[in-house]
Nanobody, 115 residues
Framework: QVQLVESGGGWVQAGGSLRLSCTASGSIFSINAMGWYRQAPGKQRELVAA???????NYAGSVKGRFTISRDNAKNTVYLQMNSLRPEDTAVYYC?????????WGQGTQVTVSS
């Protein structure tokens, strides 16, 4: 089992920045990749960014150049630095950990960007 605890969401004006954090505990040795997804009201959950255990990253086209995913292995923590935020980035952001057999989710953190 893997437990994920997120923090760092909040309210920001357009053009501002926020940093999300996600700390994993439990069977962390089994994690192959971690990432961030988001879900806006009335929309499907979508991948924002992901990072593998080897450090390879992947971003949604809408956030490339604005968001950066990184990890601190010593702290079992993944970060999502979000810059140049737009109103359309408003959503609940979920941390995700992928193992061989299961995908774990955090509880979600709200990000609201006002115009």
């Amino acid at each position: 089992q893997v437990q994920l605890v997120e923090s760092g969401g909040g309210w920001v004006q357009a053009g501002g920045s926020l940093r999300l954090s996600c700390t994993a505990s439990g069977s962390i040795f089994s994690i192959n990749a971690m990432g961030w997804y988001r879900q806006a009201p009335g929309k499907q959950r979508e991948l924002v960014a992901a990072i593998t255990s080897g450090g390879n990253t992947n971003y949604a086209g809408s956030v490339k150049g604005r968001f950066t995913i990184s990890r601190d292995n010593a702290k079992n923590t993944v970060y999502l630095q979000m810059n140049s935020l737009r109103p359309e980035d408003t959503a609940v952001y979920y941390c995700n950990a992928l193992t061989t057999h299961y995908r774990y989710w955090g509880q979600g953190t709200q990000v609201t960007v006002s115009s």
